[in-house]
């Protein structure tokens, strides 16, 4: 996770480790806030859904996708990130 990029966006994969750079500040839970819902829309999931599993005062997190598969999340990040 990159805050204070310009824009939040999904910025690829490197060494299997999704990148996701977010506008939002490290403030107040403001960028997993906001990283919550840049992946809520990206995979088509409800807020409730994802779960910061480890790493909420780091740039390096763990994430929950509850109910989500991962042969589809594979399927839709692969066309996110052509």
Sequence with gaps: ???RAGRSV???V???VLLV???AAPV???ANDALVSVLGAAFD???RDIR??????SRTKRVLLVGAD???LERRLAKLLV
Excluded at 52 to 57: D, H, P
Aim: glycine share 14%; no cysteine; charged share 25%.
């Design 1 to 3: 996770m990159t805050p």
């Design 28 to 30: 107040d839970g403001a």
């Design 21 to 23: 750079k977010l506008a």
């Design 52 to 57: 910061i599993v480890s790493g909420q005062r």
């Design 70 to 72: 991962a042969d589809g």
């Design 45 to 47: 999931l409800p807020p």
């Design 10 to 12: 999904l910025a690829g």
């Design 14 to 16: 490197r060494d299997d």
